[in-house]
């Protein structure tokens, strides 16, 4: 059995615009949808919320620091890189992780169906057990920006072990 010596927990939050036309990732998947997300990489807001949590576990700063939108490099770059990357360093910081949690907020579409395709892909990227990964939707009543369809967010929380 292992020894875990240290216990970290990091959160992240991630937030993007709806806009028609644009393909709409989440959680490395394509959700088909009338609109899709305004931003430098694909917008994937799951895949980019969880990167700060694993960074912030890891005292690693954020995704910002190491994947700038002012870089070229990360033009239109699938997240699912970012994720692969961001495990190298939180693995090179002698980091395993123990568990995602994370919750979508969108009015729509509806996600459900997608989740186990999700949890599959991000486990593969992360190489970690689906059983590790836990990911929720939630509407918002249609209160505010994710209510009006204008844009989604989420939240995550990661625990690494070491």
Known sequence: MQTIRHIRIG??????RLAAGLDFWLGGCRITHTKG???????????HALCDALLGAAALRDIGVHFPDTSSTYKS????????ETMT?????????????TVVCLQSPKIAAYIPEMRQTL?????????????????TEGLGFEGREEGVSAYAVVLLTK
């Not at 959160?11 to 993007?16: E, F, I, K, S, T």
């Not at 360093?89 to 949690?101: I, K």
């Open 11 to 16: 959160n992240g939050y991630d937030v993007h």
């Open 37 to 47: 997300c305004v931003a430098h990489s694909d917008g994937d807001v799951l895949i």
């Open 77 to 84: 770059i699938d997240s699912k890189k970012i994720l692969a």
């Open 89 to 101: 360093l939180v693995r090179a910081e002698g980091y395993e992780v123990g568990n995602v949690d």
């Open 123 to 139: 486990a593969g990227v992360m190489r970690v057990s689906e059983t590790q990964i836990s990911i929720k939707a939630t509407t």
